[in-house]
């Protein structure tokens, strides 16, 4: 492996023969900054000149396909999947940089992110490395570069630091054409990078969930339609964890296998974000026994979450015990010491369980928490036209909730609805026939039903502050 110092250069052709690896990197953040990685695609003039030039984790993918940001894997904190050989002409060289999102605004420093090295991974084999160790009160730094010399490409073990943020890298490096807009930004402002007019604190790189344009695009519409419903409700300062429970018996196979499992998560991110700012949903699967995952849903694993983490390490089958789960998930948060914070379960599954007394005396029991249990219905009967509209409950929840004359087949999730014995009303249902006729409007108030109203209760009786 070879070992570069500040300033050295050599040639990937020549001296390394690669042009497709990863780029990675190792540090300790032990006070927890919040770092952002980029790529500056830059044109022979040293210039950023097109917004679809900057690399980053809400541009993740450059247009040519030769740049790829992929997160953590192993042991290294971030990588970038490089291919030199499909960069377009007009681009002569990669700019690897770091910065601290706020750093200037929050007096953070690189001094305190320790053991900086950028690394050149090929086949899984580390080929290259160069640690930073110098820096002191910069808040950005280009690590390194990949630059075209003639023909060849070479890299250049960099290193500068800057005090002021990314600004300062922009201004020297952007093209007075360039207005780089983050389209997909959560918060109401844009975020706007400009050569002469951009301040360090505008920059804030929202933590967006990987995938397509097309879904991160949704997920912004959808992370502005929950703000404005709990807003609507009065709920918007209120924190929460979010917590999903899976069914994951045999007869899930379909909804698993068209996608379905795989929606839903993703639908309910935003609500998990509006409620939780690090946007992590705790998983929870049962069957006939009751399993916690250990690889939480995040924006970071979320387009193969359901494959990797259930489909490929559990099998689905067994029965269907509803208070299996919700015993463990009340006895965790009665041993945690973040207990005076609610939770929000969401709780899925497609067929009535076969421990009913059990799950009723669960529930009655889990009544003593600041737990709200939002059981969700998939699928069972297809409502019939003539029924929807006859529940004296107008809008979209006519949409969910049956006339008396018709079963939506979860008759038992119904009756958790509306059982007695319980300190507070700490359930609702809702009965989702299917996920892809639901409007993303119809979804987030059906969701939310009731959840206001059960805080105003807990909060009289003191289960929370």
Same mark, same amino acid.
């Given at each position: 492996?070879?070992?570069?110092?500040?300033?050295?250069?050599?040639?990937?052709?020549?001296?390394?023969?690669?042009?497709?690896?990863?780029?990675?990197?190792?540090?300790?953040?032990?006070?927890?900054?919040?770092?952002?990685?980029?790529?500056?695609?830059?044109?022979?003039?040293?210039?950023?000149?097109?917004?679809?030039?900057?690399?980053?984790?809400?541009?993740?993918?450059?247009?040519?396909?030769?740049?790829?940001?992929?997160?953590?894997?192993?042991?290294?904190?971030?990588?970038?999947?490089?291919?030199?050989?499909?960069?377009?002409?007009?681009?002569?060289?990669?700019?690897?940089?770091?910065?601290?999102?706020?750093?200037?605004?929050?007096?953070?420093?690189?001094?305190?992110?320790?053991?900086?090295?950028?690394?050149?991974?090929?086949?899984?084999?580390?080929?290259?490395?160069?640690?930073?160790?110098?820096?002191?009160?910069?808040?950005?730094?280009?690590?390194?570069?990949?630059?075209?010399?003639?023909?060849?490409?070479?890299?250049?073990?960099?290193?500068?630091?800057?005090?002021?943020?990314?600004?300062?890298?922009?201004?020297?490096?952007?093209?007075?054409?360039?207005?780089?807009?983050?389209?997909?930004?959560?918060?109401?402002?844009?975020?706007?990078?400009?050569?002469?007019?951009?301040?360090?604190?505008?920059?804030?790189?929202?933590?967006?969930?990987?995938?397509?344009?097309?879904?991160?695009?949704?997920?912004?519409?959808?992370?502005?339609?929950?703000?404005?419903?709990?807003?609507?409700?009065?709920?918007?300062?209120?924190?929460?964890?979010?917590?999903?429970?899976?069914?994951?018996?045999?007869?899930?196979?379909?909804?698993?296998?068209?996608?379905?499992?795989?929606?839903?998560?993703?639908?309910? *991110? %935003? @609500?998990?974000?509006? +409620?939780?700012? =690090? !946007?992590?949903?705790?998983?929870?699967?049962?069957?006939? $026994?009751?399993?916690?995952?250990?690889?939480?849903?995040?924006?970071?694993?979320?387009?193969?979450?359901?494959?990797?983490?259930?489909?490929?390490?559990?099998?689905?089958?067994?029965?269907?015990?509803?208070?299996?789960?919700?015993?463990?998930?009340?006895?965790?948060?009665?041993?945690?010491?973040?207990?005076? *914070? %609610? @939770?929000?379960?969401? +709780?899925?599954? =497609? !067929?009535?369980?076969?421990?009913?007394?059990?799950?009723? $005396?669960?529930?009655?029991?889990?009544?003593?928490?600041?737990?709200?249990?939002?059981?969700?219905?998939?699928?069972?009967?297809?409502?019939?036209?003539?029924?929807?509209?006859?529940?004296?409950?107008?809008?979209?929840?006519?949409?969910?909730?049956?006339?008396?004359?018709?079963?939506?087949?979860?008759?038992? *999730?119904?009756?958790?609805?509306?059982?007695?014995?319980?300190?507070?009303?700490?359930?609702?249902?809702?009965?989702?026939?299917?996920?892809?006729?639901?409007?993303?409007?119809?979804?987030?108030?059906?969701?939310?039903?009731?959840?206001?109203?059960?805080?105003?209760?807990?909060?009289?009786?003191?289960?929370?502050?």
């Amino acid at each position: 492996m070879k070992e570069l110092i500040k300033g050295q250069k050599i040639s990937l052709n020549k001296d390394l023969s690669l042009s497709d690896f990863v780029v990675a990197l190792k540090y300790e953040n032990n006070s927890n900054y919040d770092l952002d990685i980029s790529v500056m695609m830059l044109s022979e003039k040293g210039k950023l000149e097109e917004e679809d030039d900057f690399i980053f984790y809400n541009n993740p993918n450059s247009l040519d396909g030769s740049i790829k940001i992929t997160g953590s894997a192993n042991s290294f904190e971030n990588n970038i999947s490089v291919n030199t050989n499909k960069i377009q002409n007009n681009i002569s060289r990669l700019m690897f940089v770091m910065t601290i999102n706020d750093g200037d605004k929050l007096n953070q420093r690189l001094e305190n992110v320790k053991n900086i090295s950028i690394c050149l991974i090929n086949n899984g084999q580390q080929v290259l490395e160069y640690k930073i160790n110098d820096l002191v009160k910069e808040t950005a730094v280009i690590l390194m570069e990949i630059y075209k010399h003639n023909t060849e490409w070479k890299i250049q073990a960099t290193g500068n630091g800057f005090n002021s943020g990314l600004d300062a890298i922009l201004k020297n490096y952007g093209s007075d054409k360039v207005n780089i807009k983050d389209e997909t930004k959560l918060e109401s402002k844009s975020v706007i990078l400009e050569q002469k007019e951009v301040k360090p604190e505008e920059i804030k790189l929202e933590k967006i969930p990987k995938g397509s344009i097309d879904f991160v695009k949704k997920h912004k519409s959808r992370i502005d339609l929950v703000k404005k419903y709990v807003k609507d409700m009065g709920i918007e300062s209120q924190k929460s964890q979010v917590i999903v429970v899976m069914d994951i018996s045999a007869s899930m196979s379909s909804l698993f296998n068209k996608g379905i499992v795989q929606d839903t998560f993703d639908r309910v *991110l %935003p @609500l998990a974000m509006q +409620f939780d700012d =690090d !946007g992590v949903i705790d998983v929870w699967l049962f069957d006939s $026994k009751s399993i916690r995952s250990k690889t939480p849903y995040t924006t970071e694993n979320r387009e193969d979450f359901v494959k990797k983490e259930i489909l490929q390490k559990h099998r689905l089958g067994g029965g269907t015990d509803y208070a299996k789960p919700i015993n463990a998930i009340v006895k965790e948060y009665k041993n945690s010491e973040n207990n005076n *914070l %609610p @939770l929000f379960i969401l +709780f899925f599954t =497609d !067929g009535n369980c076969f421990d009913k007394s059990e799950t009723e $005396k669960a529930m009655i029991d889990a009544s003593d928490y600041p737990i709200f249990w939002k059981f969700i219905g998939m699928g069972g009967n297809k409502p019939k036209p003539k029924d929807i509209v006859t529940n004296e409950k107008k809008g979209f929840l006519s949409k969910f909730k049956p006339s008396f004359d018709f079963s939506t087949g979860f008759d038992f *999730l119904e009756k958790l609805d509306n059982l007695s014995g319980r300190k507070v009303d700490n359930a609702n249902f809702l009965h989702i026939y299917n996920l892809d006729d639901i409007s993303d409007e119809d979804l987030y108030q059906g969701l939310l039903e009731e959840l206001p109203s059960w805080l105003i209760e807990i909060k009289k009786l003191n289960m929370i502050n």
